[in-house]
Structure formats: C-alpha cells, structure tokens
C-alpha cells in the first residue's frame, strides 16, 4: 500500500508539470533566471535578459554550465528538434513544461536515494517516500527550475552511500542502543555453551574486519571515487553545498575510529585519498566547461596537444574561470548581498525551517527536549560517543542550518536538502497508526503550502507573459509598432516565455541608432520591458512620462507606440485615478495572483474614478475575492486637449 501511495504522489509530481496552468505560482526569479533564461537564448536564440551572475563582469561569472544544459538544456534540445519535425510548437506552455519535466525527473534521485538509506538502516522505506513525496516543499520547489533541487539529490545520494558503507556499524550501535545487541559479555555470559566466545575487538578491528571478510576494499575505494565526483559536482552547482556534505563526508572518512593510533590514521589517508581522483577529475571537466562557455579559455587549445603545451603557464591558469571561487569572492562582501536583502542570522531556524517543514520541526524539537531531560542518565552518558543513524541525522540537519546562517542572505530553498535527514529521522511519527496515509495535520499544512506557493504567488506573471506574446506578435495592420511593458511591484519578467527573436530592446533604445538598423527593414514590431520592481509610484508616473516623450524614446516614423503597465490588483488604486496627461484603462487580469510584498485589501471600499464598472463597491464578495488576488494589465491612454473640454 505503502508503494502505491508514493506511486500517486510522484504521477501527481509529473501532472503538475504537465498542467502548468495548476501550479503557476513563481517562487523566486532564480527559477528562471539561474537556468531557463540564459539557455533558451543560447539554444533557441530568444530575446532575453542575462543577469548579473552570468556575466563576466567583477568577480566573474558564479554559474556552473554542466547543470543547467544537462537538465533544462536537454529538455530544450527535446523540444528543439519535436518542434523542427513538426511534432509540437514551441510555445509558453512548452518552454515551461519540458524544463519542469526535466527537474522533476531529476528530483527522484532523491526518492530513490532516500528509499535504500530507509532500507539499509532497517526503517520504513515507504512512509520515508510518502512524507518526502508529499511535503509541499517537492511538489512546488522540486517541480520548478530551481538548482537546489540538484543539491538535494546529490546530498541524498551523499548520505546514501555513506549509510550504505557503515551501514552495519550504524546498525549495530542502533541495536545495542536499544538492548538487542547479541555480542556484548552479557549476552556471552548467558549463552555460554550455545555460542562460541569472541574476543572483544577494538574499533578499528571492528572496522577493519567486515572490509577482510567481505573484501569490500575495492568498493570502499569505488565509493571513495563517487563521494569524491558528487561533492565537487555539487560544489560547482550550488556552492553551498560543503555545508550539507561536510557531515557524512567526515563520517565516512572517520568512520567509527575512535582510537588515534597509526592504523586508525592510515585508515583515515586512505579514504581521503579514494576521494581524490574523483574529485579531481570533476574539478577539471567543470572549470575547463565553464572557462570554454564563458570565453576565458580557447578550445582550440584544448584540441591541439602542442598549443596546450605551449600555453600551460600562469597566463593559462589567471584566464580559467572557476565559478565557485568567483561566487564566495561575491558574497563575502555585504555590500554585495545589500541588494538582495539581508537577513538576520537566526531567519533560517526561526522562519524558513517552519516555514518549509512545520510538523517535522516539530518532531524535532519534541526530539530535543526529551534529549534534554534524559542525556543526565548514566547510561545514556556512558553512550553520547557511540555514533548512531539518528545522531548523525540530526548532525546533518542542524549543521547545514547553522552554516548557511552565516550568511546574511537567507532564503528558504537555500535549506531545502535537509528535508532528506528529517524524513528520515521523523516520517514514522507523520504517519497514521497502521497506515500508509499522513497524518491530517501534515496534510493539510503542505496542501495550503501548496495552495500558496505552488499557485498563488505571484502567479498571474506567467501567464501574463504568453499574453503579452499575442499582444507583440498581432498582425500589423499598417505602421509596426513600438510596445512598452512596464512591471510594477512584480517579480522579474522572464523575457523567453515572449519567445521572441531580435526584437526586445533594452529601456530608452533609439531606433535610429546604428546598432538598431537591422531592425527597420523588417517593418515587425518591438518590444522594450522596463522593470520597476518595487519602485514608488512618482518613479512609475515618471517611466511613463519619459517613454510618452519623442525626446527620451526617439522613435522612428513608421513605428507607433503603444504603453501597457502590469501591476498587482492590491495597487488599482494608484490607476484608478483620472490624470491630465494620460490614463489607464484596465483591459485585462489574471487571477490567482497573490504579491506578499503588496497584500490585497480583502474589503476595499474606494471608487474607481477612471473605469467606475470596475469599482468593488458593485461587485459581490465572489468576484471582490478574485479580482483583489488578480495581477492587472493596463493601456496607457494619452488624454487629448479635446478629451478635456468633453469631460468639462
């Protein structure tokens, strides 16, 4: 049952992928603009925007190439050639749905790490899979582009292989923990004549005896490889990650050495030295992809065994990028995590950790204080050192959490892997007595998360987008035209889902100039987006102003101009009002869109002076709910000298 269960819950996975129109919501920018963005102009040569960490800029790029093109570049190159066959139309459901595909697929690493970690260590594999599959934090988070959805399968793979190899001194410290062991003097003593007598053993031959008897030393040094490729694969898609790996990595080295003789250091040399290779052959493939894509480094060289040689000197090792390099030279400086928010350092424990995992936080505070009131019993002092499954869980659950809280720059999914401990540590209490099902309260917690995030928030912009495709690509009936979208108090428009092709240009563009010649003889329109983020209005009023005048926005004759301003329904009431200049005409909302940063007024009471149809004091609460949770389009209508002396 329990399999069926974690069966329904991945096919619920995928449909969300399927029907994006159900999960619109647009959790963070990163999710387009770490992958998405920059990939759909290098394979489909769309218009978009490449942010700052792209760029080679100061310190340089902090972006690894290998994940993004294995995952969403693949789905693209998919999507590339099904659409040169004829097979489907590249579209803003599609440019949205292969990528999302492609994570998700890759997100059942984590399952399937999580469920031979659940079963080498003799837990319930299923209820692990059910509240892993159910938590909201994998069916919003894990189906979106986001790189740590990466990072949580490569700590889960990590953990695995770790619990795999020391699974039988995990278990054996579990069992003795609990009074089942069977090898202990007292059990000797009580079954002499039945059992043979052992010696007891130090904890390197405790250690060093399985590997002699299995012969296990070659898939020791085979672990030590994949440990050595995951954690500088890792590193390089997210940087962040030696946070997560640091804890089963120093398990693994260590193992259960307790002793500091000189076995138990060669023991420790030699794992170190199995991680090596792996790591280091990592290290080289990434840093000469990222150097090739980024332009600091030649392939031509790379292809020539006599310029390589030629050129191996310390010109050859300043022009390589290393990306995570680059990253912790960016963010060691405030002033340059300043404009993405700082945080105080307790956000993750006091916040995100609720935020993200409620009921299993829960758990492990419950956990905590019966710690607390019982670690004074002698026997459990006389066994705090003895390594078990459960201590190393919780090591690699708090040891994340306070590391990246060093950062001042603290966002949920920076935290997202730690849900792979805590399932593990907690998903028997989540589980009804006897059942495969969750708890209520679990439940119902990750379905409103899911409501909120996976839906909500933010969730008209996309749709918006492939609304604003239509209106760029309308024919043209006479003169092209020069449109202007202007984003208020939303998230970064992705440029792609517009798919289209030399024809956004940058704010306040003259098209008279030389660079912008090519564009003239196609007679097709164009587009400018201006992003305003979270301006005040007086800066709206004032984009506006500027982009109405010949002198900011030089225009060429053959184009006509048209301004439309996108902004959550919670702000209508800055548009609602009449103007000498100009005014805006709502013509169109998306629903289902929820900004945090601007909650609606669930009661709003003013007229709309500019368009009184549309005033919520004539609609009845069904229709003031979804309209207030809407995001707005409006036209910019010029007013005339003779619309003025019509109105007076």
């Not at 296990?216 to 890792?234: Q, R, T």
């Not at 350092?345 to 936080?361: E, G, K, S, W």
């Not at 019966?370 to 066994?383: I, P, Q, V």
Request: charged fraction near 15%.
């Amino acid at each position: 049952m329990g399999a069926k269960v974690w069966l329904c819950l991945v096919i619920l996975r995928f449909m969300v992928c399927f029907y994006p129109g159900q999960m619109k919501g647009y959790i963070h920018p990163d999710q387009f603009f770490q992958t998405v963005e920059p990939l759909a102009g290098d394979i489909f040569g769309f218009d978009h925007l490449r942010t700052w960490d792209w760029n080679a800029t100061s310190p340089g790029p902090i972006r690894n190439i290998l994940f993004p093109y294995a995952s969403v570049g693949a789905s693209f190159f998919a999507l590339k050639q099904l659409s040169t066959s004829g097979y489907i139309d590249i579209s803003g459901y599609t440019l949205q749905a292969f990528p999302r595909l492609a994570m998700t697929a890759a997100s059942l690493i984590a399952d399937i790490a999580v469920y031979k970690t659940a079963k080498s260590l003799d837990l319930n594999p299923w209820n692990c899979l059910t509240i892993l599959a159910s938590s909201y934090a994998t069916l919003a988070f894990h189906t979106r582009t986001f790189t740590n959805v990466f990072e949580c399968a490569l700590f889960a793979l990590v953990l695995m292989l770790v619990v795999m190899s020391h699974k039988d001194d995990l278990l054996q410290n579990k069992r003795h923990l609990e009074g089942n062991t069977s090898n202990t003097k007292s059990d000797n003593n009580r079954h002499v004549g039945k059992k043979r007598k052992t010696k007891p053993k130090s904890s390197i031959e405790k250690q060093a005896v399985p590997h002699a008897a299995t012969s296990s030393s070659p898939n020791e040094a085979l672990v030590g490889f994949c440990l050595g490729f995951i954690v500088i694969l890792g590193s390089f898609c997210r940087p962040t990650f030696p946070a997560f790996f640091i804890i089963p990595i120093s398990f693994w080295i260590t193992g259960s050495v307790t002793s500091g003789d000189i076995k138990a250091v060669w023991e420790i040399f030699k794992r170190v030295a199995y991680i090596v290779p792996g790591a280091f052959m990592t290290f080289v493939v990434c840093v000469v992809m990222d150097s090739i894509y980024y332009g600091t480094l030649d392939a031509a060289i790379l292809n020539n065994p006599t310029l390589l040689v030629q050129n191996l000197n310390l010109d050859l090792l300043h022009n390589i990028t290393i990306t995570p390099l680059n990253f912790i030279k960016y963010n060691i400086q405030n002033s340059n995590l300043s404009p993405h928010g700082i945080h105080p350092r307790i956000t993750h424990f006091l916040v995100n950790v609720p935020m993200l995992f409620l009921p299993l936080f829960v758990c492990f505070l419950k956990d905590a204080v019966s710690f607390y009131k019982t670690w004074h019993d002698r026997s459990l002092a006389n066994e705090i050192s003895l390594i078990t499954s459960h201590k190393l869980f919780v090591l690699m659950f708090l040891t994340p959490i306070m590391l990246l809280s060093l950062i001042p720059h603290q966002e949920p999914r920076y935290i997202l892997p730690v849900i792979v401990p805590l399932v593990l540590l907690y998903s028997d209490s989540l589980m009804k007595p006897l059942s495969s099902i969750p708890k209520m309260y679990w439940i119902l917690f990750n379905l409103i998360g899911c409501i909120i995030f996976g839906h909500f928030h933010q969730g008209g912009l996309v749709p918006c987008m492939e609304y604003l495709h239509k209106v760029a690509t309308r024919p043209i009936d006479n003169n092209p035209t020069s449109f202007h979208f202007v984003f208020f108090h939303t998230y970064m428009p992705p440029q792609h889902l517009l798919h289209l092709q030399d024809q956004i240009l940058p704010p306040f563009a003259n098209l008279s100039m030389e660079k912008y010649q090519h564009i003239l003889p196609k007679q097709e329109n164009v587009v400018t987006i201006h992003d305003l983020m979270g301006s005040d209005q007086l800066t709206m009023f004032d984009r506006v102003d500027k982009i109405l005048s010949d002198t900011k926005t030089v225009t060429p004759k053959p184009y006509q101009k048209e301004i439309y301003v996108i902004s959550p329904a919670s702000l209508d009431t800055i548009f609602c009002r009449l103007n000498v200049k100009y005014n805006f005409k709502l013509i169109n909302q998306f629903t289902h869109h929820l900004s945090m940063e601007d909650p609606p007024e669930w009661f709003p009471s003013y007229e709309c002076v500019a368009q009184p149809d549309r005033s919520y004091s004539r609609m009845n609460f069904g229709d003031t709910f979804q309209t207030m949770l809407s995001l707005f389009v409006y036209k910019v209508e010029p007013v005339t000298y003779l619309d003025n002396v019509a109105k007076s």
